[in-house]
């Protein structure tokens, strides 16, 4: 699932590209793609677009009356769409723009999911309220400047492994699996220590690493003309399950679950100790 450098790149580039240009109408082409039923997405017809923003891991299309929030889950992305095609291969709603002036204008924008799981959609909401509505008003704080202060005041709310406080949106908003693994990676730190037993010194470790690993993928994502997906995305240990260590040479180790897989080094991280599978053993705290 693209996380908040791939979102934030994106919404960049997608407000470059299609800022000022008026929405002529929204079409769903599911009934599961457009998730609310008031405000009509009509209240944004004849009206620019402001800009394509984020929070966390959604797209906000930005109209002055309405905002679409975008979710694209695993699969999802929100394109150009300059074929306009009736049946799009994927396509689960579109956003038509007047036409342009200018040769070559992509007049549209199509939200699209492979696979059968049609988990992406569209909330359409009053613009004033976006931020206090669902989906985006359980949202924790973003992950992308966040500070070693508000984190530990964050770790001594509820007592938590690392890895899942990350991930959890509730708690900070724009981290998934790849960063969660990152960030622990980089804070040295096992992906399984709970926050409480982190505490202060554990949230500057964990708020640097966050940072660090933010900037980097943005700058990756910048440097692009589209969103990367998920095997283009640099990594140390994600995805990386029996190779070297980058930065001892030790091997980087999993624990597989039912959905993702935490990657960790044992020398980095947990003093060279094997973090056994859930099921059969305990974890390394």
Same mark, same amino acid.
């Given at each position: #699932?693209? !996380?908040?450098? !791939?979102?934030?790149?994106?919404?960049?580039?997608?407000?470059?590209?299609?800022?000022?240009?008026?929405?002529?109408?929204?079409?769903? $082409?599911?009934?599961?793609?457009?998730?609310?039923?008031?405000?009509?997405?009509?209240?944004?017809?004849? /009206?620019?677009?402001?800009?394509?923003?984020?929070?966390?891991?959604?797209?906000?299309?930005? $109209?002055?009356?309405?905002?679409?929030?975008?979710?694209?889950?695993?699969?999802?992305?929100?394109?150009?769409?300059?074929?306009?095609?009736?049946?799009?291969?994927?396509?689960?709603?579109?956003?038509? $723009?007047?036409?342009?002036?200018?040769?070559?204008?992509?007049?549209?924008?199509?939200?699209?999911?492979?696979? +059968?799981?049609?988990?992406?959609?569209?909330?359409?909401?009053?613009?004033?309220?976006?931020?206090?509505?669902?989906?985006?008003? +359980?949202?924790?704080?973003?992950?992308?400047? @966040?500070?070693?202060? =508000?984190?530990?005041?964050?770790?001594?709310?509820?007592?938590?492994?690392?890895?899942?406080?990350?991930?959890?949106q509730r708690m @900070?908003?724009?981290?998934?699996?790849?960063?969660?693994?990152?960030?622990? /990676?980089?804070?040295?730190?096992?992906? $399984?220590?709970?926050? +409480? +037993?982190?505490? !202060?010194?554990?949230?500057?470790?964990?708020?640097?690493?966050?940072?660090?690993?933010?900037? =980097?993928?943005?700058?990756? !994502?910048?440097?692009?003309?589209? #969103?990367?997906?998920?095997?283009?995305?640099?990594?140390?240990? /994600?995805?990386?399950?029996? =190779?070297?260590c980058s930065v001892?040479?030790?091997?980087?180790?999993?624990?597989?679950?039912?959905?993702?897989?935490?990657?960790?080094?044992?020398?980095?991280?947990?003093?060279?100790? @094997?973090?056994?599978?859930?099921?059969?053993?305990?974890?390394?705290?």
């Open positions: #699932m693209p !996380e908040m450098p !791939e979102v934030q790149a994106h919404a960049e580039r997608l407000t470059e590209q299609f800022s000022g240009r008026v929405l002529d109408r929204f079409t769903p $082409f599911n009934f599961t793609a457009l998730k609310t039923a008031v405000p009509p997405p009509e209240e944004a017809y004849r /009206h620019a677009l402001v800009k394509v923003g984020r929070r966390g891991k959604y797209l906000l299309v930005e $109209f002055e009356p309405v905002t679409f929030v975008v979710h694209l889950m695993q699969g999802g992305r929100l394109v150009p769409d300059p074929k306009l095609s009736a049946k799009p291969r994927g396509g689960q709603a579109r956003f038509l $723009f007047i036409p342009g002036e200018a040769p070559g204008d992509v007049g549209a924008l199509l939200l699209t999911e492979q696979g +059968k799981e049609r988990r992406a959609g569209v909330w359409c909401l009053p613009s004033e309220q976006v931020l206090t509505a669902s989906p985006l008003d +359980k949202l924790g704080p973003e992950a992308a400047g @966040i500070t070693a202060d =508000e984190l530990a005041v964050l770790f001594a709310k509820k007592s938590t492994r690392i890895h899942g406080f990350l991930r959890d @900070i908003a724009g981290i998934g699996r790849r960063l969660s693994n990152e960030v622990c /990676h980089r804070a040295k730190i096992s992906p $399984f220590a709970t926050t +409480k +037993k982190l505490g !202060e010194n554990g949230a500057v470790l964990v708020a640097d690493a966050i940072q660090s690993c933010i900037d =980097e993928s943005l700058e990756f !994502e910048r440097g692009r003309a589209d #969103m990367s997906s998920s095997k283009d995305r640099a990594s140390a240990v /994600h995805r990386r399950t029996g =190779e070297p001892c040479g030790d091997s980087v180790r999993a624990v597989e679950y039912s959905g993702y897989t935490v990657n960790y080094c044992p020398t980095c991280q947990t003093s060279g100790k @094997i973090l056994a599978d859930n099921t059969t053993s305990k974890f390394l705290k």
